[in-house]
């Protein structure tokens, strides 16, 4: 079992930056991929970023590309999403996962996480 805890969300002007991060209990961090998703009201939970077990490996969708950069430090058990140049587009709420395996072409699939965090607010204003 691995527990997780988003925190940093918050209210944002346009244009602004957040950092979310997200801390893992339970079992050894290391073994999974960890990803943040988000959902916006009325609509289904989308992938924003993924990153592998050791770091190596970044991916993106292309709504954030260039903008967010997402991290992890395996020493502090967490996974970061920082977040530049917000739009209000990018309100939602957003989800720290973990995956056992890192699936190079359907790692975007909210089906191959195994474990979820309860999620953090996001609302960037305009």
Request: aromatic share 14%.
């Amino acid at each position: 079992q691995v527990q997780l805890v988003e925190s940093g969300g918050g209210l944002v002007q346009a244009g602004g930056s957040l950092r979310l991060s997200c801390a893992a209990s339970g079992r050894t961090f290391i073994d999974y991929a960890m990803a943040w998703f988000r959902q916006a009201p009325g609509k289904e939970r989308e992938f924003v970023s993924i990153i592998t077990r050791n770091g190596g490996t970044t991916n993106y969708a292309d709504s954030v590309k260039g903008r967010f950069t997402i991290s992890r430090d395996n020493a502090k058990n967490t996974v970061y999403l920082q977040m530049n140049n917000l739009k209000p587009e990018d309100t939602a709420v957003y989800y720290c996962a973990a995956a056992r395996y890192y699936y190079t072409t359907t790692y975007y699939s909210s089906q191959k996480y195994n474990y979820w965090g309860q999620g953090t607010q996001v609302t960037v204003s305009s």
